[in-house]
């Protein structure tokens, strides 16, 4: 298999793919999702979220395969393709976010196992929570935040 490699977004043109990422992810792991809450999300994406966040791109055999999103020391955004979940993607972009851009919090859906314990088994720890996400809908958020080793 190749190796993975990590680079900036290249621009709004990448959005496409980034969202296609990002919808395989959500089918595998996001199950509690409304069909109706998924959508609106994902056609926030481009538009909304993307601009807002410095996107850094996983590529395995120079095709992306998983990208994550930091706004200052917040991890905003993290997804794997399911196709290549469980291969290490997602713990390259996050070490990487800890290490480059000073990453030291995330919120996670409550809801997403999966999630919830990828990040403790990284040395995160909930120190919050909300009943809602931040538009509003009935999803737990888990705030959790890291760090350094000693």
Not at 84 to 97: A, F, M, P, T
Request: hydrophobic share 40%; with cysteine; charged share 20%.
């Amino acid at each position: 298999m190749d190796s993975t490699s990590l680079r900036p977004c290249r621009g709004a043109y990448e959005y496409p793919t980034l969202v296609g990422i990002w919808r395989s992810a959500v089918d595998a792991t996001h199950d509690f999702l409304a069909d109706a809450d998924r959508d609106a999300i994902e056609s926030a994406l481009a538009a909304e979220y993307f601009p807002q966040v410095q996107l850094t791109v996983a590529e395995l055999g120079g095709v992306p395969v998983g990208f994550a999103g930091t706004n200052e020391r917040n991890l905003e955004m993290l997804f794997v393709d399911a196709a290549v979940r469980g291969n290490g993607v997602g713990g390259l972009l996050l070490d990487n976010v800890l290490a480059v851009h000073g990453v030291r919090r995330v919120d996670v859906n409550e809801q997403n196992a999966q999630a919830v314990a990828f990040y403790r088994r990284r040395g995160f720890t909930v120190t919050g929570r909300d009943d809602y996400d931040d538009a509003g809908r009935p999803y737990p958020v888990l705030h959790m935040s890291w760090s350094a080793p000693h």
